[in-house]
């Protein structure tokens, strides 16, 4: 049965860092495109980044271009978003998805499998 379990979030200051993880089981991750979401109280579910199979391809939503990676370790069948010079505004729940098609995006109506998220909190 195919599960994803994302990981690492939590309290960080304005300007710091955060690695958040997707880590999967039940399917080969890489061979997937795998995108990641967040969902702030009261807002709509947004598309942050993605990345296609095998990491041929990786895209950002313009609100976090040049301070967001995401990347892949295969061996370890997870994802990752590492999070750079984080702003209040990136405080949300996030969400990792993945759907068994190569190309990705960053259309939450395009993903079908969905872990249960993790609290990123961005203050002082």
């Known amino acids: 049965q195919l599960q994803l379990v994302e990981s690492g979030g939590g309290l960080v200051q304005p300007g710091g860092s955060l690695r958040v993880s997707c880590a999967a089981s039940?399917?080969?991750?890489?061979?997937?495109?795998v995108g990641w979401f967040r969902q702030a109280p009261g807002k709509e579910r947004e598309g942050v980044s993605c990345?296609?199979?095998?990491?041929?391809?990786?895209y950002y939503a313009e609100f976090v271009k040049g301070r967001f990676t995401i990347s892949r370790d295969n061996a370890k069948n997870t994802v990752y978003l590492q999070m750079n010079s984080l702003k209040p505004e990136d405080t949300a729940v996030y969400y990792c998805a993945t759907v068994p098609v190569a190309s990705c995006t960053l259309g939450r109506y395009d993903y079908n499998y969905w872990g249960q998220g993790t609290q990123v909190t961005v203050s002082s």
């Open positions: 990345v296609s199979s095998s990491s041929t391809s990786t």
């Open positions: 039940g399917v080969i991750l890489d061979y997937w495109a």
